[in-house]
């Protein structure tokens, strides 16, 4: 379900990155740049699309961020950060180590 839900999230910012770049500040957008739209569905129709568009997608990537949250797959031993783990591991830099005192390598004697 969690792939699912990333793949839609990856597909509506493609969507709404494409919308945005379609739409010209001044009001010209798509309809400036394609006489045929202009016949179609005249300049504000596709202004007023273009914005409701944008709004559509802003507001289901808002959604599936939230819902991909709540359905993140968690287990318990994720919940833990790296640096605590790390803590609870550390060696205490108060304590002296303790060295053999005798030496592991023995030497034959001699004849």
């Known amino acids: 379900m969690y792939t699912l839900i990333s793949i839609l999230i990856v ?39 273009l914005e409701k568009a944008t709004w559509t997608l802003a507001g289901s990537l808002v959604v599936l961020c939230l819902l991909a949250a709540f359905i993140l797959p968690s287990s318990g031993e994720a919940n833990k950060s790296i640096l605590d783990s790390q803590i609870e591991n550390a060696v205490d830099p108060t304590t002296t180590p303790s060295f053999p005192t005798t030496s592991p390598i023995t030497l034959p004697e001699e004849p």
């Open 11 to 49: 597909a509506v910012c493609v969507l709404l990155t494409l919308i945005v770049l379609v739409q010209n500040s001044k009001g010209g957008g798509l309809a400036a740049n394609f006489s045929a739209s202009n016949q179609i569905m005249g300049v504000r129709k596709t202004a007023d699309f």
